[in-house]
DNA sequence: TCCATTAAACTCGTACTCCGAGCATAAACC
DNA sequence: GGTTTATGCTCGGAGTACGAGTTTAATGGA
């Protein structure tokens, strides 16, 4: 039968509220979405039948008839969420809750991109043969700017553009594609610092500056999922080159180059290693206008964000939680000179982010549980499941 | 009786392609939202027993049975749209349709907010006259920075902080508020140069500079909706300090002032104006100079901005258009620096706006029309109508 | 002119979801 | 052990969308 327009609407509402809320209850989810009990009942009755959900007890909470915790089925669809980086590729798989199971962690042996991929190809064959038909999609995380399901520019792994798609060949699956910053992003925004905000901006200094805004939960992304690259905004000095082809980049100003810089040592090899170097030295007198120097020129950069934007909240991860910790006074100084004057009397809270390196599996996982939850992924898993 | 769960959610859908394009007709919605014949049958009678829709013969286009044209019907909803400018307010009536009826434009008496408040509270009161109970909002656009229902600066109108409430005080009708630059955006998305786009970027230059990023249709307003300033991210000298209270607004660098500093010239009391006669000079050298020092800070901030958010396409409106037309090699080789390697290959379009001078009331009425479309509004609609 | 063709509307029976009301149930509280 | 409380379950009903089959109103050709 064909599906109904919105027929499983409700359905994928509640497999949402499971997904962001794990452990949430029965009750819980309907007084959530504004359920009857009567609709309550017979939504979880379907999920049951169709091996999405099982209900087990909840442990009770003062008077009235026990409810139930809704958790994923044991024979229900799983994603397979990766990341790869510059070392090594991590990987897990994630059932409706979106706990993350499975979890592997593996070097690169050859850092060339066919090996790369078909070490990734390796590792989703492995997830197929166990897990079957109940997996659903890839959902794959790289360290570097991604178009479609491209990998665009990926300085610290050293590629130019390579087509990711031999990742899932031969295997039917769909692969979604997904940048790291905007990922750790979309954690945060969906069960981190971020929770709860309807815009929010998140940004995460490694190499350069990644992040990405976020409004109800889905990063804006743009037409060919290349958004976020606020690195490549030019808030720098524009007589500076970046190697991203455009002049004065906020990128530049703001890791471990930008560090070496203000110090007159020779630019490091491994700005993220050498900035966290650099941090440990913090009180010789240099080294702590250098940083306050960094930290300025980030914070700068956020309050015109904040301004651009109106963030609700502002997260931080990778190495600008440690700047900011490390010269808080300069951080917060360019902070509130940067904003507009409106917002100075309650600026955007900037927020270190919860998840820390789990962000980017984390936030894989949120929209790879999307894709197989919308209403249309439902009909077609009820489908299958009810022939 | 309660609403129920996405009830009028197919209702509400045909409404949007109703007022996004106008004149088309039953079949062509159908085709359109996927839905059958015998629901498009069903759909239509309700939206017509609802007095929200009505229908008229279709001009036949070859063989088969003619259809329909969907229209809005006479007893059917609107919203009244409202634009605060420096000089004058205008107003407006939409339908379902989104065409503008009962147009009016005055100049203000006095610039004094609670005068000019009193002037748009009784243009409500008079559409309220008129239109009773077929009038659902108040959508008003104004020339300066929103949040939530307050506007926080208008440097134009010479307004701080004014509550914007008092236009609707009496009427019972639900205020929306929008800045203009974004509405106007929000127009070239839904109808204009941008039509069609998932992501686009607005930009608009009149005194300073405002835009919007635009996701499927809808503005990203942020957490209070004061976004999409755009003008005040530091892409300028950071020397200058901004009437926003931030440094190195990039407003300060694309528009009347900035011309104004590199002729050398003391800086005009109305920018846009200024700016307007300097572009009449420009076969004078010095003024074709600075011109083109003014494109080029504009698309360089075009491609940061691109580069940051992947847009489809970007619209200029205001200034803008002229500024480019009149330095148009200095804008693409600015623009094309600007961007990310990657993206120059196949760069953004960059298109002059469609709508002009009526694009921001067409984007209040969009955003009012969204608003009173919702499946939860046809169901208050529906409840009263069937009493 | 008349008939075939075409596209779309209409009718009817059905499936499915959600709801309210009423009833049943399982815990905590007293 | 009865009361209170929160929740689950059952049942009948309302409402939407769909498929299949039929009807309708146009065009275009014989």
Same mark, same amino acid.
């Given at each position: 039968m064909t599906a109904r327009r919105g027929q499983w609407q409700t359905a994928a509402d509640v497999l949402g509220q499971v997904a962001r809320? /794990?452990?949430?209850t029965r009750a819980a989810v309907a007084r959530e979405l504004g359920l009857s009990t009567s609709s309550a009942t017979e939504v979880t009755a379907r999920l049951r039948d169709l091996e999405l959900l099982t209900e087990t007890p909840a442990p009770s909470q003062g008077r009235g008839r026990p409810t139930t915790v809704l958790r994923p089925h044991p024979r229900g669809p799983v994603v397979l969420v990766m990341e790869l980086r510059q070392a090594d590729w991590r990987s897990a798989v994630v059932t409706l809750d979106g706990v993350l199971v499975d979890q592997e962690s593996k070097r690169h042996r050859s850092r060339r991109p066919d090996a790369v991929l078909a070490a990734l190809q390796a590792g989703v064959g492995s997830a197929q043969a166990k897990y079957g038909d109940r997996l659903l999609a890839v959902s794959l995380a790289v360290a570097g700017t991604v178009r479609a399901d491209h990998l665009m520019q990926a300085p610290v792994l050293g590629w130019s553009t390579v087509d990711l798609n031999p990742v899932v060949a031969g295997t039917g699956l769909p692969l979604l594609v997904g940048n790291d910053a905007t990922l750790s992003g979309v954690a945060e925004a969906r069960m981190g610092a @971020? @929770? #709860?905000? #309807?815009t929010a901006l998140h940004l995460i200094v490694e190499v350069g500056i990644g992040g990405t805004l976020i409004i109800d939960g889905s990063p804006a992304s743009g037409a060919t999922g290349a958004g976020g690259e606020y690195g490549h905004i030019p808030f720098g000095d524009r007589s500076r080159l970046c190697p991203c082809g455009a002049h004065g980049c906020w990128d530049l100003e703001i890791d471990g180059r930008a560090l070496a810089r203000h110090l007159q040592e020779p630019e490091p090899d491994d700005p993220y290693n050498y900035a966290e170097a650099v941090l440990q030295r913090i009180d010789e007198s240099p080294v702590a206008a250098a940083v306050g120097k960094v930290a300025a020129a980030l914070a700068t950069g956020i309050a015109g964000l904040v301004n651009a934007h109106d963030p609700e909240v502002v997260t931080l991860g990778g190495l600008a939680i440690s700047l900011r910790a490390a010269a808080p006074d300069a951080f917060a100084t360019a902070y509130s000179e940067g904003l507009m004057t409106f917002h100075r @009397? @309650? /600026?955007?809270a900037v927020l270190d982010s919860t998840h820390q390196k789990t962000g980017v599996l984390r936030g894989a996982a949120a929209l790879g549980l999307d894709h197989i939850t919308t209403d249309t992924a439902l009909a077609t898993w009820a489908e299958r499941t009810t022939l």
């Open positions: 809320r /794990p452990g949430l @971020a @929770a #709860g905000a #309807g @009397a @309650a /600026p955007p």
